[in-house]
């Protein structure tokens, strides 16, 4: 796995985000970003309990923190020899949820290392209970703010894949700022990709969908491996503007078509998508749970994959 010392067209490490404030909590994250999560209880009861108690020692990287237990030492570097007991390529999950993904991913490809980042400890506590349940060895978790685990526990180029699947959309206007995927993450991510590495997305919401288009395309560690494809009528993104499709949020009615019925909607539909860009559907993504309620919906799944020049 070759590891670029440097990569000079894009923000080195000391650019990234870094000295991160202490927690989530209603505050501002790195310079004066607001965190992508609000704290959610963290209490662990029954089988989740119990799986935590017998799987932690083996599983949890233990990672020293500035503050808050989401955050990452920035001079901690994270060794996944070490951690694996072994060299294999390493596939990153963030907000890997209830672990439904990446312990499916890990029972298919035993000769890869999964890390799971999130920072929801019973997420975690269920992610270690499927760990067990499939006898895994090949997947390691952390709790840990994921832009920080991209600008510094993980080393520049150590990473074969990244995930991020269904992350918050955080679709209100004033709240969009909050969203993990945007300029500073790509930056981040290709930071810890190694050259040919991928960057895979997935969302149902299309306003974010077509924010993180823009942020891969715009990142000039990246390709989309699908520029230019499923474009006019063939686009998921034309699907949505011409039927609005609608969910409710917050017991509002959001609309994500041309007509935002909510005010607060961050969509704004174009009739037709020309630039497509949009990939197939991962075939490597277990159905999640999160996946199927969206499906149920009727709701559309845009997915994405940047490569790393
Ligand atoms: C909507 S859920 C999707 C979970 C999973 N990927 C799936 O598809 O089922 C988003 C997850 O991202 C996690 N998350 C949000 N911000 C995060 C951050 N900054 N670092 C790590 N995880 C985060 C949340 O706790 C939540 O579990």
Redesign the pocket.
Known sequence: MSTPSSTPDLPSAGQLPGGFPAG?DGGSGRRGQP???VR?GSRLQGRRQQAWERYAGEFVVEVPRTGSD?SVDPDYVFDAAAAFGRSAPLVV??????G??VCHAAVEHPEWNFLA????RP?LAQTLLRIGQNHLSNVRVV???????LATMLAPGSVAEL???????WHKTRHIKRR?VQDSFAAAAARVLRPGGLWRL?TDWSSYAIQMRDVGQGCPGFVNVHGGERAGADSPLTRVWESGVEQMVGGAPVREGRVPVSTGNASEGEGVDTAGGWGPRFEG?AL????QKAHKAGRVIFDLTFRRV
């Open positions: 989530p965190f992508s999560f959610r989401t999950e963030i907000g890997s949820g209830l439904e993904a980042v999130e920072v929801y997420g709790q840990a703010n994921a832009p920080e685990v995930w991020v699947f269904f992350p918050d959309p993990l997935a993504r999640t749970s999160f996946e």
